[in-house]
């Protein structure tokens, strides 16, 4: 059972959705809290006694440091890198200035995963 103690109203949120293979997250703000309920800015309800959405199933809310929802997002950022860094290399042509300008995109790049990674609900 997921504690849903955490949430607030006015705070970030994970939602954490395990349909899939390999589980997905999005993030809202939780906009009110009832007896029962989180509500959040995406729409969705979850009940606080569990964390799972209302009317489904596979889909619970999850503070952001939450280890499953930090794993997920950094597979996510390095499965996007790989797909970033492919279309960079791709095709290169030239000499040496090229294939430097080249390393400092791909540097850039790998940057921006690692904090997407480190501050999730920035990115």
Do not use: H
Request: charged residues 25%; negative net charge.
């Amino acid at each position: 059972m997921v504690d849903t103690s955490w949430a607030a109203e006015g705070s970030i949120a994970a939602e954490f959705d395990r349909r899939y293979t390999d589980s997905r997250v999005s993030f809202t703000t939780v906009e009110r809290l009832t007896a029962t309920q989180v509500i959040c800015a995406s729409g969705n309800r979850y009940y606080r006694q569990d964390g799972r959405i209302v009317g489904g199933q596979r889909i619970e809310i999850l503070p952001v440091e939450n280890q499953a929802v930090r794993d997920t997002i950094a597979r996510e950022q390095v499965e996007q890198l790989r797909f970033r860094l492919y279309e960079t290399c791709k095709d290169v042509r030239g000499g040496e200035a090229v294939m430097l300008a080249v390393l400092d995109q791909l540097e850039q790049q790998i940057a921006a995963a690692r904090a997407a990674i480190n501050n999730p609900t920035s990115a």
